[in-house]
């Protein structure tokens, strides 16, 4: 059978990333006496992709952040590019290779308290190359503006940095692959809580495969965080009746934070009012 060049791509990325986990040797079908080497594996590498990387920067001590040590506010901006520039034009999972425009590494303060993680880029945040900025972006911005916060004032990343096709979810290997990064992000920022939106990002901040249903209600902790587990903005537009139960998940990180509930928002502490449409 012959492989497409989209095929062929993804290949190669899947041979880098298992070479990466030591994964030395493969067995070839019809010739148990012959054993194949990742290294003897041809990788078809397009010219645009082979100059992309050729520029990319060579990883410096620097950029790497030791997780029991806080950075001041002034160095955390400049450590949050670092690791920006460590990305570059990443190649090292398959999603390069399937159609995506923009790597969406992230934004916001990087002295934020709070910090919201979603699963992945969509089409517009593909285009923007920012995250939530879509249908469902404008949804977190009125869940973030009914904690009594603005946008500006927290930070938003994804497990994934690049788009998966037709926003599938992301297959294990991209997001064990990219989540190295989240978690350089989450060392560098130290927020007192993360907002996990989504099943996604709970099972990859986890570490864990339970139901979201079993994760909500309640606080996790994460690289010296704690964790609160809700709804994705996406979900939500599919179904507004669950907004009152996201909107108890946001009221459990802001107790955490100290924060009151908004005064516009009187009706209950349930009320789905706190989260407006779209």
Not at 37 to 49: A, N, W
Request: glycine share 8%; charged share 25%.
């Amino acid at each position: 059978m012959s492989l497409t060049p989209e095929m062929q791509q993804a290949l190669a990325a899947r041979l880098r990333y298992y070479r990466d986990l030591g994964v030395g040797e493969f067995y070839r079908r019809g010739n148990p006496e012959r054993n194949v080497s990742c290294s003897e594996i041809p990788e078809p590498v397009p010219e645009d992709l082979m100059s992309r990387t050729q520029a990319r920067p060579a990883p410096a001590a620097e950029l790497f952040v030791d997780a029991t040590e806080v950075l001041s506010p002034e160095k955390r901006a400049d450590a949050l590019r670092l690791v920006q520039q460590e990305i570059g034009e990443c190649t090292r999972c398959p999603l390069a290779f399937l159609g995506r425009h923009t790597i969406v590494f992230g934004e916001g303060d990087p002295n934020a308290r709070l910090l919201f993680v979603g699963e992945g880029p969509g089409a517009d945040e593909d285009m923007q190359g920012r995250p939530f900025v879509g249908r469902a972006g404008q949804l977190l911005n009125n869940m973030i503006s009914a904690m009594g916060l603005k946008r500006e004032q927290v930070y938003i990343a994804n497990v994934v940095k690049c788009r998966p096709p037709q926003n599938r979810t992301p297959e294990p290997v991209e997001a064990t692959t990219c989540s190295q990064f989240l978690f350089r992000q989450i060392d560098i920022l130290r927020p007192e809580v993360i907002v996990a939106l989504g099943a996604t990002a709970a099972t990859y901040l986890l570490n864990s495969k339970s139901a979201l249903g079993g994760l909500r209600g309640r606080l996790h902790e994460v690289r010296g965080a704690k964790l609160v587990v809700t709804y994705h903005p996406a979900y939500l537009l599919r179904d507004p009746r669950q907004k009152k139960e996201a909107w108890k998940d946001l009221q459990l990180a802001m107790a955490e934070l100290g924060l009151s509930v908004p005064k516009r928002s009187n009706e209950s502490n349930s009320s789905p009012g706190a989260l407006p449409e779209a």
